[in-house]
Each structure stands twice: as C-alpha cells, then as structure tokens.
C-alpha cells in the first residue's frame, strides 16, 4: 500500500492542500497520510458526482451489475490485503479484520445481484371510478447524489454498504470515510475504478467531520445522506439536512436475554464473542446480559472463566482476541465509566483494568442498575453486565428500557417464549437462540427509537436510494 493516499474525485487522484497521519491505535505506529479536505475540495467532489448522476442513472442494469460483481471477485483475491489494511488503521485484531473483508466481498456480491432486480408495480387504476379506461405502474428512480459517512469500526464494510447499493441504483457517491481509518475506502475506490466504474460515480474524500461535515450533508446538491455513526451526530446530521432522504444507523446498548431453558453452552459462546469482538467496538455489541435467576449462578461462573481466556494483544497477532480501542479518549472514557459503575454499587468481576494508554481488559460488572452510564448509554468498549431476572416479561422489561434499539437476542429452547420476546422486544431485530450481535449483509439491518432510521442490507438499502415515480397511461 502506498504511504500517502490522495483525494479520489472524478475518477482521478487529486492532491489535497492538507494531510493527516493515519496511526496504529495499539501503539501509535504511523500507518500512512490521508487527505484533509476542505470546503473547495467538498465541492469538487459534489460537483464531480453531480455532473455523473445522468450517466450513472442511464446506465443499464447489467453494467452497473457487472461492475458490482467483478469487485466482489477481485476483493475477493485480495483479502489478505484488505484484511491487513483494516486491521492497521482500526485496531481490530486481523482474523477479524479478514473476517470484515469477507463480509464486503458478500456485500458487494449482493449490490451486484440486486441491481438486477430493481422493479416497479403495476396498479389497479380503475379500482377508483376516476380511474377507468388507464393503466398504471411504477419505476423507481434513482434519487441522485448520494453522501455516505462511514464509522472506524467497519471501514470496509460499512462502505461497501453505502456505496454498493447506491452504484447498483444508479446513483452517485461522495463517500466521507472516518477521519481515523480512511485508507480502505480510498483502496475501495481504486478497487471499483480497476473493475471499469466511470468517472465521477464515486468519489472520496477524507477529514474531520467539523470541517467539512455539515457542508456535507446540508449541500443543496446532495440528494440523500446515509449515516452510520453516534447518535449525538445521526441527530445533527438529520436537523440539517434539510427536506432530503436521510438514514441513520446509530448506536444502541444491546441486549440478550439467557431463559431457563437455553442452551447454556451455545449461550456462554456466543455471548463471549458479542461482547468483545472488535473491543465492543460494535453498533449491535453485547452490552447487557440478563439470565434467568434460577441458572444465573452458574451462568455467571462460566461466563467469567470463558472471558479470562480471551487475549488481549497485538492486532497483527493471530492469536489475538482483543486489542485496543480507537483512541485514548475512548480508553478513558471506558475506564472512568467503569470506575463511576464500582462507586454506584457495581462489582468488577474480570478486568477492568487499561492495561496500555488505548486498550481495556475484557470487563464483566455484576450489580448493575439500570441508571448506570455501562448499562443505559453506550460503551463501545470491552464491558458486559450480567444481571438476573425472574419472569420473561420482567426480562424484556429490562431490554426495553433504553432509548436504544437497534438489536437483541434471547437463548430458549421454547418457541412461544421466543416469539413473545421477538413481539414484545422494542427493536430492529431479535435474534433467537443467538446474541444481538449477528448479522449478515443481506438481511434488513436499522433500529427503532434513537438507534436510527431507515434500513440498510442492499435491497433495504436500494428502496431507500430510490424513490417510485408513478406513470399513468390514459387509454
């Protein structure tokens, strides 16, 4: 990978007034420079993506479908690259970020396949008395310009969900990366170039949300903004956008339910992995674990035991499990939510500890309570709370109360309490007999409440980057 990256914009590499490091989070270690793009730059960008919208909607499905798949293969051929590169600049240990690649491999194979499918109704026009003697259907319509804004923690992926959707429905992107890990979308962008995606389809461009953000999304160009990130931006970005398409996937403190009847084993293994894959560092992280009184002791035993073993390393390290966060403020901030937790009451049961200027044991808190910042705001750090209930209902009591809800998960061997719990729990998705922590790229993927708006997963996220244009045929 080159040192130094430049602004992407209209199908060429443009040097930028400022640069800025990119480091390793574990240790500091210079990774390479980026861009910092300023307001002049934005606008090239914008400009560049609107010139292209005509083409981009004009061109016919197979293309844009081709395009897709031939950069699902050749990411595929690359993983090991791609992989290293997310690793570098997030901190996430590298079989997890191969495991990412992966995923935007299947992301874009699905982009791909979709752009095949994108159709219209026909109406019954002469169901009203007015409508007789016509004939009604409706295309969908490409919205136009697209603003993708993309977190640290999925760089790859969480990309290729804005940008692949969008290609295949014929719009174009100005895609703003994480100001801390923006080097693989600017590897994307060179990735789909090399596959044949004209000029002006995609264009990146890097730098802190304050400069250049707002400008961004309130642009009078700019057709739709979609949105994965805090909560705290998701609202500014939605009050000033203005009258345009937005969708926001926030952030959320999620929850799985462990009943009487589950499957303790599969429980305890799939709650280790939510709660500490990528350091918590996860929009559907296992946050909050509630079990059922009477197998709660046990569970709490074992549950323990199994995150001692996790280890925490070099992200580089095969062996590594968890690694460190994104930066030192979010180390400190983990910690100090830790230590406020022990002064309300809590009990530190593993870890707890920052064990370098970025990095956090894998923590497990018991006695928490509902008005604690670990349990009713969101962590994004390595830090699960077990607590216990007694009546099912009492349980997704306790899920729902948040202003979150994004994801929950409930283990049980019985399917009416399951579906109850899939009913009653106030959120995007439940997943049964696995932690909130689960998804693949295909499926619907948003929240409820403040965890966002909109739903993304390609064909999701295509019926939001169009929009029906009704055409009616007088007879």
């Not at 600017?186 to 949300?209: D, K, T, W």
Request: glycine share 10%.
């Amino acid at each position: 990978m080159p040192e130094r990256y430049d602004l992407f914009i209209n199908g060429d590499w443009v040097k930028a007034n400022n640069y800025m490091e990119v480091r390793l989070p574990f240790d500091g270690s210079l990774v390479g420079e980026v861009p910092s793009a300023n307001l002049a730059e934005m606008e090239m960008a914008i400009d560049a993506a609107w010139r292209a919208r005509k083409a981009a909607r004009e061109m016919p499905a197979h293309k844009r479908s081709s395009i897709l798949y031939q950069a699902s293969q050749k990411l595929n051929e690359r993983l090991d690259e791609f992989g290293k590169a997310i690793s570098l600049e997030s901190g996430k240990p590298i079989k997890e970020g191969r495991g990412e690649a992966s995923r935007a491999v299947q992301t874009l194979l699905f982009s791909a396949e979709e752009a095949k499918r994108i159709e219209g109704e026909t109406l019954q026009m002469d169901a009203h008395p007015g409508g007789e003697g016509r004939f009604g259907f409706t295309i969908r319509h490409p919205r136009g310009v697209i603003v993708g804004i993309t977190p640290f923690n999925f760089p790859l992926n969480l990309a290729c969900h804005k940008v692949g959707p969008a290609i295949a429905s014929g719009n174009t992107v100005v895609l703003k990366p994480a100001s801390v890990t923006p080097r693989t979308a600017y590897m994307l962008a060179e990735l789909l170039a090399e596959c044949g995606l004209p000029a002006g389809f995609l264009n990146v461009i890097s730098g802190g949300g304050g400069e250049i953000g707002d400008a961004l999304v309130s642009h009078e160009k700019v057709n739709m903004v979609t949105f994965t990130g805090s909560c705290e931006v998701g609202h500014r970005i939605h009050t000033r956008a203005g009258i345009k398409m937005v969708t926001l996937e926030l952030g959320s403190n999620s929850g799985a339910i462990i009943d009487k009847d589950a499957d303790m084993e599969l429980a305890l293994r799939r709650c280790v992995i939510g709660g500490y894959t990528h350091s918590g560092q996860v929009c559907i992280s296992l946050q909050r674990v509630f079990v059922q009184a009477d197998s709660a002791s046990d569970f709490r035993d074992q549950f323990i035991e199994k995150v001692r073993t996790l280890k925490v390393g070099h992200p580089l390290d095969e062996d590594t499990d968890v690694s460190s966060l994104v930066r030192e403020a979010d180390a400190k901030r983990v910690e100090q939510w830790i230590q406020e937790a022990v002064s309300e009451g809590a009990e530190v049961v593993a870890g707890g500890q920052r064990c370098s200027s970025t990095t956090i044991e894998p923590t497990v808190l018991f006695k928490t309570s509902a008005d604690m910042r670990v349990t009713k705001d969101e962590v994004f750090g390595p830090v699960v709370s077990v607590d216990d209930y007694g009546s099912l209902d009492q349980a997704i009591a306790k899920i729902n109360d948040s202003r979150f809800g994004l994801q929950a998960g409930i283990f049980t061997r019985d399917i009416s309490r399951a579906l109850k719990a899939a009913r009653d729990i106030e959120c995007g998705g439940v997943m049964i007999n696995d932690v909130p922590t689960f998804r693949v790229d295909q499926m619907p993927y948003g929240g409820m409440k403040e965890s966002g708006l909109g739903r993304e997963g390609p064909r999701y996220a295509i019926a939001e980057m169009t929009e029906p244009k009704m055409v009616v045929v007088n007879l």
